[in-house]
Each structure stands twice: as structure tokens, then as C-alpha cells.
């Protein structure tokens, strides 16, 4: 599977674990969004509740309906549709399910998606279950940054790293498909190491493979826009919401870190617009490093309940006038 590209000195010493059925009662899997934590986490609560010999061995009937999302010893929690947090009372059934004895299995699993999702009061609320856990329970939390989890959340779990997957591992998913070599350039750069991400913009169509070169050469434009054109180009996005706001400055993140790829002549691809060239001509490596800490301390800063579009848009206005 695609998702587990990687990781392999994490994904031996969780299959140890899973031999021995020794798990610890509470795991924090740390590290980037979208490099293949979550993946690791479902292969692990697999590995632990497969019957077959070989673990896991994706026949037995615990693999199979894990693999159908439909095991009643797992349980996956995270916001509900239309959400940005998981609420308390998500918390509170999340652990009702996990003190009950397990129905098929020697153990019962819970996977927290995303720490940052957990409120204090939501925290809270799981931290008793970690302090006096069923002999049979296991919970996998899911965070890209320490900062995310209480440090009474993160003192009772075994912390377990995740970095960034290696060009060698990603880019012959990326030389499978034959794309324009701007587009494998963007991939490359865009989603770099961040395999779970990678694998959902090579499942999307021809049409959204476009859509994304176009989507950075938008943004490229907008340092010869005037403050009006700038605000045009923000209007439209949905950035009353906290999650668009958080993807759009993720995304401007990884652009200008294609912009420095771009510098190394011998690596642009064939088909680039003669307006990049100019553009990094322009833009400064000091300049490219200030708004790369800029965009980043704004997103550690965006927290839910913000004015998110007036944070992106001041963010936006700061960016150098620049003719390309």
C-alpha cells in the first residue's frame, strides 16, 4: 500500500510489538501532516489483531473487515462533517467504546486522527482513561507538533516519530504517471516527503493535475498585482472557514519552497513560463526565507474563531511588489 511507503524503522519495532502482542496502552505518533501516520497507526491496530501467521496477513477475517473500516474493536475520532474540533461528548462515547471488552480481538483500539482537533476541556476528558486504562486498550493519537497535546496527555504516551518520506521513495510514484514536467516539478516540491498527501493529488484527474500548476502560477502572478488585484484574488476561497485558511497558507508555504527548488537551473523543468525566471530573478533567497517565517508564524498563530481572510490578506499584502 502507498501509505506505508517508508517509515521502515518505525513500522519494524511496531511489528515486534504486534508478534509479542505487547503494545503500550497510549502511542503519540509525531511528525509532519500528511506523511503516512494515520496509515501507520491502522497497519499497526491490523498487525495487532490479525489471526492469520503472518502479521498482517490481509486474509484472515479481522483484516478484512479492518480493511472495510467496519471492525467493532476499532474506533477512528476525529471532527464530525462541517467541523473543526472534536467535542467532549465525541471524547466521552469515544471512551464508553474503548472500557468495553473487546468483541473479536485480544485488544481494543481508538486512533485520534489530529491532537490539535482535541480542546483542553476534550483533553481533559481523555486523561483518565490514560491514567487507568483497560488492560486490553490501546490509543494512538496522531500530532504534528507536541505543542498540540497537554503535556499531562503527553507524559503517558510512548512518543513515536514520523519524518518526511526521501525522494527515493516518492519520486517513482511520480515518474508512473507521465505528467508534464512542470507538474512533476510542482508534485515533487509542492508535497515533498509528504506521502499521504502526494497519493491524493496523483488519484485526482488530468483536470485537477492542471488545476494545481495553474493554482501556483496564480499565486506567482500576484506579486505584480496591486493591493486590489491581490484582495480579487483572495475573494472567492472560503477563507471564513479555519481549515481553508490553514490549506491556503500551507500551500503558499510549499510554493515558495518550489520557487528555491527553481533557482537550480539544471533542475527547472523544459516547460517553464518565462515569468517564473524573472520572478526568482526578483524575489531574493533572503526575501523568499522572511515570507516562507512569516507564512509559518501565521500559521502557528491561526486558531479557530479568527478572521481568517483578514489574517490571509494582510499576509498577502506583505508580499514585495514585484514586476514579472
Given at each position: 500500500m502507498t501509505e506505508l511507503l517508508g517509515h521502515d524503522h518505525v513500522k519494524q519495532h511496531l511489528a515486534r510489538i504486534a508478534v509479542a502482542q505487547s503494545p503500550a496502552h497510549a502511542y503519540l505518533f509525531l511528525g509532519p501532516a500528511a506523511v503516512g501516520k494515520y496509515g501507520v497507526a491502522r497497519w499497526f491496530v491490523q498487525s495487532l489483531l490479525c489471526t492469520g501467521e503472518a502479521r498482517p496477513c490481509g486474509v484472515c477475517k479481522s483484516?478484512?473487515?479492518?480493511?472495510?473500516?467496519?471492525?467493532?474493536?476499532?474506533?477512528?475520532?476525529?471532527?464530525?462533517?462541517?467541523?473543526?474540533?472534536?467535542?467532549?461528548?465525541?471524547?466521552?462515547t469515544a471512551i464508553s467504546f474503548f472500557n468495553t471488552r473487546p468483541y473479536a480481538g485480544a485488544?481494543?483500539?481508538?486512533?485520534?486522527?489530529?491532537?490539535?482537533?482535541?480542546?483542553?476541556?476534550?483533553?481533559?476528558?481523555?486523561?483518565?482513561?490514560?491514567?487507568?486504562?483497560?488492560?486490553?486498550?490501546?490509543?494512538?493519537?496522531?500530532?504534528?507538533?507536541?505543542?498540540?497535546?497537554?503535556?499531562?496527555?503527553?507524559s503517558r504516551c510512548q512518543t513515536v516519530r514520523f519524518g518526511l518520506l526521501s525522494d527515493t521513495e516518492i519520486?517513482?510514484?511520480?515518474?508512473?504517471?507521465?505528467?508534464?514536467?512542470?507538474?512533476?516539478?510542482?508534485?515533487?516540491?509542492?508535497?515533498?516527503?509528504?506521502?499521504?498527501?502526494?497519493?491524493?493529488?496523483?488519484?485526482?484527474?488530468?483536470?485537477?493535475?492542471?488545476?494545481?500548476?495553474?493554482?501556483?502560477?496564480?499565486?506567482?502572478?500576484?506579486?505584480?498585482?496591486?493591493?486590489?488585484?491581490?484582495?480579487?484574488?483572495?475573494?472567492?476561497?472560503?477563507?471564513?472557514?479555519?481549515?481553508p485558511a490553514r490549506a491556503l497558507l500551507a500551500d503558499w508555504i510549499a510554493y515558495l519552497k518550489v520557487l528555491n527548488a527553481l533557482r537550480d537551473?539544471?533542475?527547472?523543468?523544459?516547460?517553464?513560463?518565462?515569468s517564473l525566471p524573472r520572478l526568482m530573478r526578483a524575489l531574493s533567497v533572503r526575501d523568499n526565507m522572511r515570507l516562507t517565517a512569516d507564512l509559518l508564524q501565521l500559521q502557528s498563530e491561526l486558531k479557530p474563531g479568527m478572521n481568517y481572510l483578514l489574517q490571509v490578506e494582510q499576509a498577502l499584502l506583505s508580499f514585495p511588489m514585484i514586476e514579472v
Open positions: 483484516c478484512r473487515t479492518l480493511a472495510d473500516a467496519n471492525h467493532p474493536d476499532l474506533q477512528v475520532l476525529q471532527p464530525l462533517d462541517g467541523k473543526t474540533t472534536i467535542a467532549v461528548e465525541q471524547v466521552r485488544f481494543k483500539a481508538l486512533i485520534i486522527r489530529d491532537g490539535r482537533h482535541l480542546g483542553t476541556e476534550a483533553q481533559n476528558a481523555l486523561l483518565k482513561t490514560l491514567e487507568e486504562p483497560p488492560p486490553f486498550g490501546l490509543i494512538l493519537m496522531l500530532a504534528e507538533r507536541e505543542e498540540d497535546v497537554l503535556e499531562t496527555i503527553l519520486l517513482p510514484l511520480i515518474a508512473a504517471r507521465e505528467l508534464p514536467p512542470l507538474e512533476a516539478f510542482l508534485l515533487k516540491h509542492r508535497y515533498g516527503g509528504r506521502i499521504g498527501a502526494l497519493t491524493a493529488a496523483l488519484a485526482e484527474t488530468e483536470t485537477g493535475s492542471a488545476t494545481r500548476t495553474e493554482a501556483f502560477l496564480g499565486w506567482a502572478r500576484q506579486f505584480a498585482e496591486a493591493p486590489h488585484g491581490r484582495l480579487r484574488y483572495l475573494a472567492g476561497m472560503g477563507l471564513s472557514e479555519y481549515e537551473a539544471s533542475a527547472a523543468p523544459p516547460d517553464l513560463p518565462d
